[in-house]
């Protein structure tokens, strides 16, 4: 008989795992999808990078200035639209085709030149091309003050200057009296309720002014109320009235005052005529002058 009684034998057991063993072993195979998941992410972005390196550096895939087409550039304007458009909106160098902004960067380029009244649309093509099309200015007259004249079209909105050399403007009717000068550049309006009136006095008579010799449009106190007068440089003085829209009661419409310039023209009258009285509708030749 043994001295020392038999020890019982312990069962082998493992040590315990740490609980990320277990978790990985547990969803090994969800995680085995996911990195392979992430790995074709990565893949795929590298891989699309490379192709669109390669694309950009394609010349059918990158417009450049050239390439952009402009429809509706007025005969009057002067000035390289395309290029000045481009080039102050800095898209002057190569524009990318697959830029889902490219439309939207074109039509804001064109929209912000002060020749530019506005864009009608922006079409996109490949190869590299663009075609924009936009409705122009159009200058009426001449703003004469202190050391020079400036060109503004029917709304009073003031036009580029720099587009003018003193035989274009010559033709244009010179609006004087404007004691202001333009709050904005080239592009924004002028922010004179006269030059409004003068600009809007001057867009209604078109081309009577040629027809008729006339030069000038200025302001006169009438009443409380502007009243403007148009004048040639041999002494022919016009009473037009109030600017269009703002006629006083028991003045005549403009169309009415249209269809007295046109007598004017081909009677070649001097003096001083005034449209601001009615005319007796069964004679439409009948015009009221020599009244000073």
Known sequence: MSAF???RQ?????????????????HRAGLLAIAVAMAAVVAGWLGWRELAD???ADPDSILQPDAVDVIGVAPWIQADVRSEALR???LDGGLPLDDPELPRRLARAFAIHPWVREVISVKIRHPAAATVEIRCREPVAMVRVPGGMFAVDATGVLLPSKDFSGGSAAPYPRIS???SSPRGTAGFP????????????AAVIGP???ALGLTDCRPVAAGGQTSWELADDDGLVIRFGSAPGSERAGEPTVAMKLAR?????EEGLQGTVDLTEPVDDQDPAAIPAGAP
């Open 10 to 26: 312990e069962p082998d057991v493992p040590p315990p795992e740490g609980g990320g063993t277990t978790f990985f072993r547990e």
């Open 261 to 265: 310039l046109r007598n004017l023209a």
């Open 5 to 7: 009684p038999h020890r």
């Open 88 to 90: 102050d909106a800095s």
């Open 177 to 179: 009296g404007i004691t």
């Open 54 to 56: 390669r694309v950009r």
């Open 208 to 210: 009577e002014w040629e």
């Open 190 to 201: 002028w922010e004179d309720p006269l030059v409004e009136e003068a600009a809007a006095v």
